[in-house]
């Protein structure tokens, strides 16, 4: 009997992703197009890239495969962007033509046409990878396509995904098809729209236009870096009455003024902050005021939900879920009693979102008790190139330590060692989770400074994660709560600030990660072994990758970083890789 397979494609022109559900519900692979592409966010790449996709399927699928590929934007949406393209509004001559001041959307009115038209392009060649993919690998082409709503696939992930039998699910991004804000219901397992905005407004898009005035830029995702640069400033009062002119929260909608009174707010602030240096007393300043605006938008926007009395279960899903800042906050300024954000809850995660879709509409009765979403349903790291160096006798020193990789390792972390740690598969999600990680001793009041200057190659002014045992959690931090995926930032304990230097954000606080051996026995128990020998129930986590690069795909990706950054070590599954 032929078995039907769900793939997802995250189809928006930046960060698009791949998933593959099985027959039986199981998920059997999600990943960001970046890892395999090495290229950050792969803005304008298709998810299912045809150089891959033969491998892939081979690897997940049988043969005979039936397969509905699952996309993240819209029928309807999709058919008004083949009019428009019918029409020349998407030709590059035509864009030309257009004014390059600010909409009402907060964005150039020329690039938001150019990049409205790649959508429009990502959206004509979905699933066509898989098409060839199929041909290549199989020999047939049995495949279906079906398009979701972009927030509905943002849902999705979130709800499904989460701990609970029924929540309320808010999603805030830049832009769905009508607007940049829904809001959905989960009960009984059933997905429910409750209100969709309707508008150009849009905070993500604010949080951008604020990144890009403070010397970042929003193109390359850099909003985290003026969510980090934040506690560094201190709210500018006339910058923030500024901003406020820009928007209205009433009667539960987001509105912003007209394009002249945006741009002339704009120019003011830019007048106020000439920054030449991302990381001057003005742009810690403009950060922490622009985190202020989102965090006071967000909590309004709250309020409203809670208001409607679905859930004290809350789901937070969209690029705004990401800000971790807010993230942590958001049970203390609100009657909600558990928040879940899911591991990918930007576009990426999309691509899980739409396959869930498409299997649930044809398992309607399938079961959806709740249980956790392991975030490592990415690609395993193949150690044949560590083999392979051994055979050529490089010089380096390598060491295969299958019983003993763990104590090992431990004692380099207390020895002040930087690591380098590649283990099973990798995390689906912006964030490294202990399979893709730079780890160190968060004890030296410099391990931050030496990682950022000799390992990241990025910013001083950069945090790092704690990863703690999540038996530890109450005794480091204030109001613990459960962070599976590094989603939320919360407050150290008064006693452990001096504990943990390098972990300890400006304002005392920690984007921290729960670990449990139940979610990750490797780095539970390498955790645990450090906490052995010092005392520290907690490690310092970063990606695995150097600014401006996705986290790495391949052994030879960490032995490159292991002779051209100051690591320390490199761990790929059990062999030990030292300089």
């Not at 009508?178 to 905005?197: C, P």
């Not at 009395?309 to 789901?315: A, I």
């Not at 995390?427 to 730079?438: K, Q």
Request: proline share 4%; charged share 25%.
């Amino acid at each position: 009997m032929t078995k039907r397979y769900y793939i997802g494609l995250a189809t928006t022109f930046h960060d698009p992703a791949l998933a593959i559900i099985g027959p039986d519900g199981d998920i059997l692979f999600a990943e960001a197009t970046e890892r395999f592409l090495q290229y950050k966010r792969a803005v304008n790449c298709e998810p299912d890239t045809v150089t891959r996709m033969p491998e892939l399927l081979r690897e997940y699928l049988e043969p005979d495969a039936e397969v509905v590929v699952a996309t993240t934007w819209s029928e309807q949406y999709t058919d008004f962007l083949n009019r428009s393209a019918g029409v020349g509004q998407f030709e590059v001559d035509e864009i030309t033509k257009l004014p390059p001041e600010l909409n009402r959307s907060l964005t150039p009115i020329k690039s938001e046409r150019a990049l409205i038209s790649q959508l429009q392009l990502a959206q004509r060649r979905a699933g066509l990878g898989v098409l060839i993919g199929l041909e290549r690998a199989f020999g047939h082409t049995n495949l279906s396509l079906r398009r979701y709503l972009h927030h509905q696939t943002h849902a999705a992930l979130g709800c499904y995904s989460a701990p609970f039998d029924e929540c309320v699910c808010l999603v805030v991004d830049g832009m769905g098809e009508t607007g940049s804000m829904a809001i959905f219901q989960y009960k009984d397992g059933e997905l429910e729209e409750v209100r969709r905005h309707r508008g150009r407004e849009s905070l993500g898009f604010m949080f951008g236009l604020l990144t890009d005035i403070c010397g970042f830029d929003q193109s390359k995702g850099e909003e985290w870096k003026l969510m980090g640069l934040a506690p560094y400033g201190k709210r500018d009062p006339e910058i923030f009455e500024i901003i406020k002119r820009i928007y209205s929260f009433k009667r539960g909608q987001l509105k912003f003024a007209d394009e002249e009174t945006i741009r002339t707010a704009v120019r003011e602030v830019e007048s106020r902050v000439d920054i030449k240096d991302s990381n001057s007393l003005e742009a810690r300043d403009l950060a922490r005021t622009s985190q202020d605006i989102f965090e006071e938008i967000m909590a309004e926007v709250l309020q409203d939900v809670e208001a409607r009395g679905l859930s004290k279960n809350l789901v937070l899903a969209g690029g705004c879920a990401l800000n971790s800042s807010f993230n942590g906050k958001v049970l203390s300024r609100t009657g909600f009693e558990s928040l879940y954000v899911p591991s990918a809850p930007a576009d990426d995660g999309n691509a899980l979102g739409a396959a869930l879709l498409a299997y649930h509409d044809d398992h309607p009765q399938a079961d959806k008790t709740p249980k956790f979403l392991s975030p490592y349903l990415g690609s395993a790291i193949k150690a044949e190139p560590v083999e392979r160096i051994v055979q050529m006798g490089w010089g380096g020193k390598i060491r295969q330590l299958p019983g003993t990789i763990i104590q090992e390792t431990a004692k380099l972390l207390a020895d002040g060692a930087l690591i380098g740690w590649v283990q099973g598969r990798a995390e689906f999600g912006p964030r490294a989770l202990g399979n893709r990680s730079i780890l160190a001793d968060a004890q030296p009041a410099d391990a931050k400074d030496k990682i950022n200057a000799k390992v990241k190659y990025r910013e001083a002014f950069r945090p790092f994660a704690p990863s703690i045992l999540h038996e530890y959690g109450a005794d480091w931090f204030e109001d613990y709560q459960e962070s599976p995926y590094m989603e939320r930032t919360l407050r150290f304990k008064e006693d452990k600030h001096a504990l943990v230097p390098a972990v300890v954000h400006a304002d005392n606080t920690g984007r921290l990660q729960s670990v449990k051996r139940e979610w990750n026995a490797k780095y539970y128990d390498l955790i645990s072994a450090f906490n052995d020998l010092t005392g520290v129930p907690l490690v310092l986590n970063t990606s695995f990758n150097i600014m401006g690069k996705p986290i790495l795909h391949t052994a030879e990706d960490a032995i490159q970083m292991l002779h051209t950054t100051g690591l320390d070590a490199v761990i790929i599954e059990d062999w030990l890789l030292e300089k």
